[in-house]
């Protein structure tokens, strides 16, 4: 059997996971302009396989910081491309997509950092003297895992949307509403309370990395 130090992270079971959906998310942008069924199938793929590799590195005991930023960034990522079509298809629409996109990724990489300041293993270790919501969003997988796939599915049934409405499932005032429809009606509130945790996430990281930073003023200040 092979020593510790001569293991690979970069082939641990939970990162060749991880690669593995890079490359379906990949493939599935490529496809995102002209072949929104085969772009959906393996999207979805690509971010049900973010459930794998959490349990695949506890399973074979390979749990990585490098596993862990490759999984955000992988997120990100998808989420940032599938936003960025959405507001070419959607173009009265692309200030606010830009604005989530800037959500997303900043209240993510301030959380990051502010983590890793504060010297904590893991980015989804939340204390008990922080909000309540982060720490019952991060504590629980299941909570955690229905909230990013509720809000994937709501940009995913918006990109559906721009192709094909499917069929009418009853008519109100003369507007047909589909089985898409009623699909992205039902994950819309998922996806605006993850919007609210991004912003409950980024003023945290604020404060905690505004407190790390009094602290290191405070002890320069008595070694002079």
Avoid at 100 to 121: E, N, R
Avoid at 156 to 169: C, D, K, N, R, W
């Amino acid at each position: 059997m092979a020593s510790k130090q001569q293991e690979n992270v970069f082939l641990f079971v939970p990162n060749i996971i991880g690669y593995s959906r890079i490359v379906l998310a990949a493939i599935s942008l490529y496809y995102m302009p002209d072949a929104p069924v085969f772009c959906v199938a393996l999207y979805s793929l690509s971010c049900l396989l973010d459930a794998v590799d959490g349990q695949a590195a506890r399973y074979f005991g390979q749990c990585s910081k490098f596993g862990a930023v490759l999984d955000m960034v992988t997120d990100r990522c998808t989420t940032t491309c599938l936003m960025c079509y959405l507001a070419q298809v959607y173009p009265k629409w692309s200030l606010l997509f830009q604005f989530l996109i800037s959500l997303d990724l900043s209240s993510h990489y301030m959380h990051m950092y502010s983590t890793l300041s504060s010297g904590v293993s893991s980015h989804k270790v939340i204390s008990k003297k922080q909000n309540f919501i982060l720490r019952a969003y991060y504590s629980n997988n299941l909570v955690l895992f229905s909230f990013c796939a509720g809000n994937e599915l709501f940009f995913i049934f918006l990109y559906i949307l721009a192709f094909y409405t499917g069929p009418e499932v009853f008519n109100v005032a003369g507007v047909s509403v589909s089985l898409i429809h009623i699909l992205a009606f039902l994950t819309f509130p998922i996806c605006a309370i993850k919007q609210i945790i991004n912003c409950i996430q980024f003023g945290g990281a604020a404060k905690t990395l505004a407190k790390i930073d009094l602290e290191e003023r405070q002890k320069a200040a008595k070694q002079q």
